[in-house]
């Protein structure tokens, strides 16, 4: 049996990481000195109430102790393990995947880094249980997903710069208040590292350059907000049903751990 793992920016809500089969390792997150563990989606009381009013927060990767004692449990239950973790380029959860892999040394663990986060990430870790389900090694389902993840799959806009540009993980984008003049800009992750797209005017503008991007037949897609659900993530849920009437269209709460870096009022859109 194919035993997953992955943390908890995956976007899962409890519910649906029983269905999968998934173990979601929590992140943590850190506000004036007290450590909080991420929980599933919708399992995160009031943070944006805790995050609005703390001084100092930070944000922790998985520590390869806890993915180590994870893979453990289910080599000993005679379990093949996949981890797919959030991408590399955005925290070092990819990393101590690896290290906690090359502890346990066995050819029944494999990690994949993502190159994504929230609903890309459950997409992909959702494409590796029906591979498995579909009777697919651990080295096939490794290989496929890591031939998957390079095609865009998330997109997102944000209220501000600021967060990003503290958060170290702009690259070269221009650090600069994002709705100047009421633009918004459209931002992807590609090859696990954020690029701009383009600029939306005003939210309407932001969700229609985002719904832009979603290839013609997407039959699945994510609207994540990271904070409150605001206008933005209304627009961008009213032009994904717009342009794809027959698509299922979910909204989910993007959690603590990316609200931080990305803005409290930040939103994206994944698809299958």
């Known amino acids: 049996m194919l035993a997953l793992v992955t943390d908890s920016t995956c976007g899962l809500t409890r519910e649906e990481a029983a269905e999968l089969g998934v173990d979601v390792v929590p992140m943590t997150y850190v506000t004036d000195s007290a450590r909080h563990a991420e ?14 009013r703390s001084r100092h927060v930070t944000t922790e990767a998985v ?18 393990v996949l981890c797919v973790t959030i991408s590399s380029r955005l925290s070092g959860t990819y990393r101590s995947a690896e290290e906690a892999a090359e502890a346990v040394a066995s050819p029944h663990v494999a990690v994949v880094d993502s190159w994504l986060t929230a609903g890309a990430l459950e997409f992909l870790v959702r494409r590796a249980r029906a591979l498995a389900d579909a009777g697919r090694s651990l080295a096939e389902i490794k290989a496929e997903l890591e031939s998957l993840r390079g095609g865009t799959r998330i997109v997102f806009s944000v209220p501000d710069m600021v967060a990003l540009s503290r958060s170290g993980r702009l690259g070269a984008i221009r650090r600069a208040v994002a709705t100047k003049l009421n633009r918004y800009p459209v931002m992807a992750l590609s090859e696990g ?9 005003g939210a309407r503008g932001m969700a229609a350059a985002m719904v832009e991007r979603v290839p013609e037949g997407t039959e699945d897609l994510v609207v994540c907000h990271f904070g409150p659900r605001g206008v933005e993530a209304r627009e961008v849920l009213l032009a994904a049903r717009s342009r794809f009437p027959e698509a299922r269209v979910r909204v ?18 994944a698809w299958m």
């Open 252 to 269: 989910k709460d993007g959690g603590p751990v990316l609200a931080k870096h990305l803005g409290l009022g930040a939103v994206g859109l």
């Open 63 to 80: 520590r390869s102790a806890t993915f180590e004692q994870v893979f453990r449990e289910h080599l000993s239950a005679g379990d093949d």
């Open 39 to 52: 929980g599933f989606v919708g399992e995160n009381g009031d943070y944006v109430a805790l995050l609005s």
């Open 193 to 201: 590292g954020i690029v701009k797209l383009s600029d939306g005017r």
